[in-house]
């Protein structure tokens, strides 16, 4: 029998944490610009569809070996973790009104420590399983130190110089490390809209009662899922990518916004939260949208609001 309770499916960093945690990791080991090598290498592969979105969490796991990173330091980085405004009071709305969980690309140490912090069971948390008791040999440091003193050299490379060299790097790591980067599954893209498909149909939750909640580019497929199954998708300051992506859009500091529309969308389902978005008027607070159907003028003026309200936010 089916569930008329509902469904909601939470990114973590961005809706409900304002912190990226693997950045904040490396700019703690004293590797933010390997992580801007690898990020931007993660970008390069996965517009070329080498590789899937979000594999910069993997790629810098050799050199979070490297560093001794352990889960206990990670836990001590999460502790520093900013919360969005009333979190809080958006997720016990949302707890009440059916299954709250969080489907993130973060490592999963961090999002059950903010799991944790926010009152979301672990065994509603899927994200991203790493392995760091890898061993390095002396070729394995040899390398990841080379990297790291070229950091700044590396960066001013052209996006094909980038892939090679980087391709060359992990070619050239030993085999067991390599495993440890290949092996590890970064819960991004698609990965996301299954574990969103699988919670609803193991708790027989109908596609309208589902509610996706993203901001960025490892949000896509999560976000369209819940529109093509009839749910709320909704993305909060968000990218373009997501923008694209989602039925509606939420630009606010404020994430006690989300109540109201959690109590519109159970009480009057999609096309109420479409008359609250076409009814709003220069609320200075926040800005609800819908975004099917705009014209292009309209959509830019929404995606550069946004891009605005993200720079504020993360600097």
């Known amino acids: 029998m089916e569930s008329n309770e509902k469904l909601f499916c939470f990114d973590l960093e961005g809706p409900i944490s304002l912190n990226d945690n693997c950045k904040d990791i490396a700019k703690e080991l004293g590797l933010i610009r390997v992580f801007d090598i690898l990020d931007r290498y ?16 993997r790629f810098i796991l050799p050199f979070f070996i490297e560093k001794k990173l352990d889960k206990s330091r990670m836990r001590q980085i999460s502790e520093k973790t900013v919360l969005a405004k009333n979190i809080d009071a958006a ?31 672990e065994e509603n948390i899927y994200s991203t399983k790493i392995n760091l008791d890898g061993i390095l040999t002396p070729k394995d440091k040899e390398l990841i130190e080379n990297i790291i003193r070229q950091s700044v050299y590396l960066n001013k490379k052209s996006d094909s110089e980038l892939e090679d060299y980087m391709n060359a790097f992990f070619s050239s790591i030993s085999k067991p490390i390599e495993q440890i980067v ?18 609803m149909r193991k708790n027989n939750i109908l596609g309208k009662n589902i509610v996706a909640i993203g901001d960025s580019i490892v949000d896509i497929e999560m976000l369209e899922f819940a529109s093509a199954v009839g749910g709320f998708s909704l993305c909060i300051n968000a990218k373009k990518e997501a923008i694209d992506s989602a039925d509606f859009a939420l630009c606010s500091l404020d994430r ?33 949208s819908y975004l099917r159907n705009l014209g292009k003028n309209e959509k830019n003026k929404i995606i550069e609001l946004h891009k605005s309200m993200r720079k504020y936010i993360r600097g």
């Open 42 to 57: 993660d970008d390069i592969l996965y517009y070329q569809k080498k590789s899937c979105i979000g594999s910069t969490l």
């Open 91 to 121: 997720i016990i709305s949302a707890k009440q009104k059916g299954i709250m969980s969080i489907i993130s690309t973060s490592y999963e140490i961090h999002s059950y420590a903010i799991g944790k912090k926010v009152g979301v069971k």
């Open 182 to 199: 290949n092996d590890t599954i970064v819960i991004g893209g698609f990965e996301k809209k299954q574990k969103a498909d699988e919670l």
């Open 256 to 288: 006690k916004h989300l109540v109201s529309l959690f109590e519109t969308f159970e009480k009057s389902g999609k096309d109420g939260l479409i008359d609250l978005a076409t009814r709003q008027s220069g609320n200075p607070d926040y800005v609800f």
